[in-house]
Antibody
Framework: QVQLVESGGALVRPGGSLRLSCVVSGLTVREHYMAWIRQAPGKGLEWVSYIGRSGRTLYYADSVKGRFTISRDTARNSVYLQMNNLRPEDAAVYYCVARVPAPDYWGQGTLVTVSS | DIQVTQSPSTLSASVGDRVTITCRAS??????LAWFQQKPGEAPKLLIY???NLQSGVPSRFSGSGSGTEYTLTISSLQPDDFATYYC?????????FGQGTKLESK
């Protein structure tokens, strides 16, 4: 059974940083494209970032480029999203997903709130 | 960027109805179109991939069709569990984009 469990969401002030984690079981992260997708409260879905099987293929949405960094730890079978210089518009539920680009495995999401 | 526009944004229907949701892309995305279902407080669930392929475990009352720039999701006989928000998603080219969603409500 595949499970993706996110953590790290919190209330942070504008300009602050957070690191989201996604621990994966039942699926090997090095064998799949992994990604983060976010959903602002009451809004639609937005691709944030993905990392390819090699770990070298990376994608970032223009809205987060230069501020967010995706990474993975194959020994821990985990994926991370380092978020710096957070803005109010980054507030959302962040989902970790597997098997990009039509992901069939999703975590439950972790809530990031950006407010002073 | 490829834009995807769903219609309608809200749909009122009754159990047993046949329901169709449309997604239009700003350019040819064939066949790279998926459909997701999302219920309140839950993560989205993949229903259809590559325009017409039913994801494993998804009931056969769901079907997808289309090509080029126009695609449809059809629920052949609406069930109580189907009231949710539906999103189309193009993955023909970066940046991947989702439609704005269609909320399916009980009439």
């Amino acid at each position: 059974q595949v499970q993706l469990v996110e953590s790290g969401g919190a209330l942070v002030r504008p300009g602050g940083s957070l690191r989201l984690s996604c621990v994966v079981s039942g699926l090997t992260v090095r064998e799949h494209y992994m990604a983060w997708i976010r959903q602002a409260p009451g809004k639609g879905l937005e691709w944030v970032s993905y990392i390819g099987r090699s770990g070298r293929t990376l994608y970032y949405a223009d809205s987060v480029k230069g501020r967010f960094t995706i990474s993975r730890d194959t020994a821990r079978n985990s994926v991370y999203l380092q978020m710096n210089n957070l803005r109010p518009e980054d507030a959302a539920v962040y989902y970790c997903v597997a098997r990009v680009p039509a992901p069939d495995y999703w975590g439950q999401g972790t809530l990031v709130t950006v407010s002073s | 960027d490829i834009q995807v526009t769903q219609s309608p944004s809200t749909l009122s229907a009754s159990v047993g109805d046949r329901v169709t949701i449309t997604c239009r892309a700003s350019q040819n995305i064939s066949p790279w179109l998926a459909w997701f279902q999302q219920k309140p407080g839950e993560a989205p669930k993949l229903l259809i991939y590559k325009a017409s392929n039913l994801q494993s475990g998804v009931p056969s009352r769901f079907s997808g069709s289309g090509s080029g720039t126009e695609y449809t999701l059809t629920i052949s006989s609406l069930q109580p569990d189907d009231f949710a928000t539906y999103y189309c998603h193009q993955y023909r080219s970066y940046p991947y984009t989702f439609g704005q969603g269609t909320k399916l409500e009980s009439k």
